[in-house]
């Protein structure tokens, strides 16, 4: 089969190398230097989402928000104009499962199957082919797609029907942001009583304070290196969608909606595109210490 994948970002382009690997892969990305990039390194570059759908039996793609998802199939010169039933588009997107169930509707119409694949693990992960990728849509064409998956990385979950891949990667980020803020507030109080942050670091990991915060991002503080490659702007957006389930199923997100709210915070005083270590700073400011030194 021909291979698509449309938006080449950080996340984007990492899952289009790993695919490059074993596939040649058609390309598109409003950046012309990125896309010039992976031409250089074996990619065929398409002009516009339609004649890439046009050539392609499955289109990956992975964009900032669903708005963006939309626009790329829907919008002008867009994929629907080169799709044909039996092609099957896939969402890695961080998106809402809402909004990506209303685009498979759509799709279905025309005999076009639209699966959500989202994906944890960052850049890093897809780099090193270890990244999780969870998936919702109909198990026949999962089956279609699935050697194309592990082509990226042999941890690919079916987490049933459309949607549900989002509503994992919701779930899971959420979690993720709540334990990064914590984390890093209780380690303020630790430097404020005169704890260093190797002692913490290495007494926290071995207890039952530990998780995933902990164990990259500390080390990575002592270091002096980033912990992460992940926008306070993109975190801002999963950890709300995750209050907007919260709130559409009737089911309390009491601590996520302060830890976004202090994500929004972020935004408003680092901007949106600051990584997330960034943080720091304003939990560096509100407690008046430094997390290191």
Same mark, same amino acid.
């Given at each position: *089969?021909?291979?698509?994948?449309?938006?080449? #970002?950080?996340? #984007?382009?990492?899952?289009?190398?790993?695919? *490059?690997?074993?596939?040649?892969?058609?390309?598109?990305?409003?950046?012309?230097?990125?896309?010039?990039?992976?031409?250089? +390194?074996? =990619? &065929?570059?398409?002009?516009?989402?339609?004649?890439?759908?046009?050539?392609?039996?499955?289109?990956?793609?992975?964009?900032?928000?669903?708005?963006? @998802?939309?626009?790329? &199939?829907? $919008?002008? #010169?867009?994929?629907?104009?080169?799709?044909?039933?039996?092609?099957?588009?896939?969402?890695?997107?961080? $998106?809402?499962?809402?909004?990506?169930?209303?685009?498979?509707?759509?799709?279905? %119409?025309?005999?076009?199957?639209?699966?959500?694949?989202? @994906?944890?693990?960052?850049?890093?992960? =897809?780099?090193?082919?270890?990244?999780?990728?969870?998936?919702?849509?109909?198990? /026949?064409?999962? %089956?279609?797609?699935?050697?194309?998956?592990?082509?990226?990385?042999? +941890?690919?979950?079916?987490? $049933?029907?459309?949607?549900?891949?989002? @509503?994992?990667?919701?779930?899971?980020?959420?979690?993720?942001?709540?334990?990064?803020?914590?984390?890093?507030?209780?380690?303020?109080?630790?430097?404020?009583?005169?704890?260093?942050?190797?002692? *913490?670091?290495?007494? &926290?990991?071995?207890?039952?304070?530990?998780?995933?915060?902990?164990?990259?991002?500390?080390?990575?503080?002592?270091? !002096?290196?980033?912990?992460?490659?992940?926008?306070? !702007?993109?975190?801002?957006?999963?950890?709300?969608?995750?209050?907007?389930?919260?709130? +559409?199923?009737? =089911?309390? *997100?009491?601590?996520?909606?302060?830890?976004?709210?202090?994500?929004?915070?972020?935004?408003?005083?680092?901007? /949106?595109?600051?990584?997330?270590?960034?943080?720091?700073?304003?939990?560096?400011?509100?407690?008046?210490?430094?997390?290191?030194?």
């Amino acid at each position: *089969m021909d291979i698509g994948y449309v938006g080449l #970002g950080a996340m #984007g382009g990492a899952l289009a190398r790993r695919l *490059m690997l074993s596939h040649k892969l058609h390309v598109l990305d409003l950046r012309p230097d990125v896309v010039q990039k992976f031409t250089d +390194n074996g =990619a &065929i570059p398409a002009q516009n989402g339609a004649a890439l759908a046009q050539t392609c039996d499955i289109v990956l793609m992975c964009l900032p928000r669903s708005s963006n @998802v939309r626009e790329a &199939i829907f $919008g002008p #010169g867009g994929l629907i104009e080169g799709l044909e039933p039996g092609k099957i588009l896939v969402d890695q997107t961080s $998106g809402d499962p809402d909004e990506t169930r209303a685009m498979a509707a759509e799709l279905a %119409e025309k005999g076009i199957t639209l699966i959500d694949a989202p @994906v944890s693990g960052g850049p890093a992960g =897809a780099d090193a082919g270890t990244i999780a990728i969870m998936v919702g849509g109909p198990m /026949e064409a999962f %089956e279609k797609v699935k050697p194309y998956f592990l082509s990226i990385s042999p +941890n690919v979950m079916h987490c $049933g029907a459309i949607g549900n891949g989002h @509503v994992v990667k919701i779930v899971n980020n959420t979690i993720a942001a709540c334990n990064r803020l914590a984390m890093y507030e209780a380690v303020a109080v630790g430097r404020k009583y005169g704890l260093s942050l190797q002692t *913490m670091s290495d007494v &926290i990991n071995k207890s039952s304070g530990r998780s995933g915060a902990t164990e990259r991002t500390l080390p990575a503080m002592l270091e !002096g290196k980033q912990a992460s490659n992940f926008a306070i !702007g993109l975190m801002l957006k999963d950890v709300s969608l995750g209050a907007k389930l919260g709130i +559409n199923a009737g =089911a309390p *997100m009491l601590i996520a909606n302060v830890v976004r709210g202090m994500l929004q915070a972020g935004t408003y005083e680092l901007g /949106e595109s600051a990584n997330l270590d960034d943080i720091t700073q304003q939990i560096e400011a509100w407690a008046d210490v430094k997390l290191v030194g």
